[in-house]
C-alpha cells in the first residue's frame, strides 16, 4: 500500500501541472485565472498577483502554443533593427537587448529580432513580421520625425512603444530621455565655468530627438542671458568624421566658440580630431560636452565629459510599457520619460581667451 501511494506521488509529481489545478489550489474559476494570466483589465492586479504567485510555486507554465489559439497573442515583442544606422553596431546594442529581454521575460514573454540593411528592407521586414504573425507589438527604436514605421502600425491596428517621442501622439505610447533637459543642463555647466560664446552641434534632423535638443541649448542661452551666434550653430553630425568636419567650420571662425556642447557623443569625439589638427587643447583652449555616455568617451583623452543614458533599464522599461499596450491600456497613459545622469569628466574647464 505505501509503495503504490509512493508511485502515485511520483506520478502525480512528474504530470504537467495545468491551468486547473492553479484554479483549484486559488479557489478561482479556470476563466478567472486564464484572464489574470494573459493580464486582463478586468481582473484586479491584486488577484492577478496571487495567480502569478501560485503558478510559480506549483511550476505551471501555459502551453504557448494553446495559448496563441486561445487569446491569438503570441507572447513576442517585436524589434527590427536597421543595421545601415550609423551607429548600429555600438555596444549600447547589446544593453539595450539585454534590457528589452529581461523586461519580456519578467513577463514570461520573449522578444523577437530581426535586422534590415536598408529603410526599405526594414519596412518590408516590418510587413513579413505583421503577415507571419511573428509579434504582438513592436519596440521602435530612434524614433524620426516622419516615422514610416508608425504608420504601418497604426493602419494595421498593431500595437506599438516608441523610444522617444512624436508631435502627432495619435496611439502613441513612448519611454523617452529628456535630451533637452541635457543640452539646457550642459550649457548652464559651461556658463558656470565662465564661457559665454558657445557653439551648439546637432545630430541626424531627421530623428524626433534633435528638435528637442536644439530647443534645450537655446533654453539654457536663454537662462544665462547669452545671445545665440547661428554661425556656431550647425547640425547632421552622427559620426567622428561628421564632427570633425562641423567642428573644422566652428573652430576656423574668426571669432571661434570656447567650448561647444554635442547632441551625440561621437560628434563631440571628432571635434577632439579638429582641435588636434590646430593644435588646440581640450579643456584648456577648447571645452567639449555631449550626450549618449558611450563606451569610447571613457577613453578618450581628456575622457568626454557628458549625459549618459542606461539603455538597459530603458530596453527593460520599454518592454514592460508594451506588454501593458497590448493587453490594452490606453498608450495616452503609458508614456514616461527619464533625465540623462551628468558625468563630469576631463573635457571641460575655464574659459580662456585665446589669441
Not at 3 to 24: G, M, P
Not at 88 to 114: C, D, H, K, N
Request: aromatic fraction near 6%; proline fraction near 5%.
Amino acid at each position: 500500500m505505501g509503495l503504490s501511494t509512493a508511485k502515485l506521488s511520483a506520478r502525480e509529481a512528474r504530470r504537467r501541472v495545468t491551468i486547473n489545478d492553479v484554479a483549484e489550489a486559488l479557489g478561482l474559476t479556470k476563466s478567472t485565472v486564464s484572464r489574470a494570466m494573459n493580464g486582463y483589465a478586468d481582473i484586479s492586479e491584486a488577484t492577478q498577483l496571487r495567480v502569478r504567485r501560485m503558478a510559480k510555486t506549483m511550476n505551471y507554465l501555459p502551453l504557448s502554443h494553446a495559448q496563441a489559439i486561445k487569446t491569438g497573442r503570441t507572447r513576442s515583442l517585436g524589434l527590427v533593427l536597421q543595421l545601415s544606422d550609423h551607429d548600429a553596431q555600438r555596444p549600447f546594442l547589446a544593453e539595450f537587448l539585454a534590457g528589452l529581454s529581461a523586461g519580456a521575460s519578467s513577463e514570461s514573454w520573449t522578444l523577437t529580432v530581426a535586422a534590415s540593411d536598408s529603410h526599405d528592407d526594414m519596412i518590408q521586414m516590418f510587413q513579413s513580421l505583421l503577415r507571419d504573425g511573428k509579434a504582438d507589438g513592436f519596440v521602435l527604436p530612434r524614433t524620426m520625425n516622419d516615422d514610416p514605421r508608425v504608420k504601418l502600425l497604426r493602419e494595421a491596428h498593431v500595437p506599438f512603444v516608441m523610444y522617444g517621442r512624436q508631435d502627432n501622439s495619435e496611439g502613441c505610447a513612448w519611454f523617452d530621455i529628456l535630451g533637452e533637459d541635457a543640452m539646457r543642463d550642459a550649457v548652464l555647466h559651461l556658463v558656470s565655468l565662465g564661457h559665454k560664446r558657445i557653439g551648439f552641434v546637432n545630430g541626424g534632423m531627421q530623428y524626433n530627438y534633435a528638435p528637442l535638443r536644439y530647443a534645450g541649448f537655446l533654453e539654457g542661452m536663454a537662462q544665462a542671458g547669452l545671445t545665440v551666434d547661428p554661425d556656431l550653430v550647425t547640425e547632421g553630425a552622427v559620426t567622428i568624421e561628421d564632427g570633425k568636419r562641423v567642428g573644422s567650420l566652428l573652430l576656423d571662425h574668426p571669432v571661434p566658440p570656447t567650448a561647444v556642447v554635442c547632441a551625440v557623443d561621437f560628434a563631440a569625439l571628432g571635434i577632439y580630431r579638429a582641435a588636434a589638427v590646430r593644435g588646440l587643447s581640450i579643456p584648456r583652449d577648447l571645452s567639449v560636452i555631449a550626450y549618449d555616455g558611450i563606451p569610447e568617451g571613457v577613453h578618450a583623452q581628456p575622457p568626454l565629459t557628458t549625459f549618459a543614458v542606461d539603455t538597459r533599464d530603458a530596453g527593460m522599461r520599454l518592454a514592460t510599457l508594451l506588454i501593458r499596450r497590448i493587453r490594452g491600456e490606453d498608450p495616452v497613459n503609458l508614456r514616461e520619460t527619464a533625465k540623462a545622469t551628468f558625468v563630469d569628466r576631463g573635457s571641460t574647464g575655464p574659459a580662456t581667451t585665446r589669441p
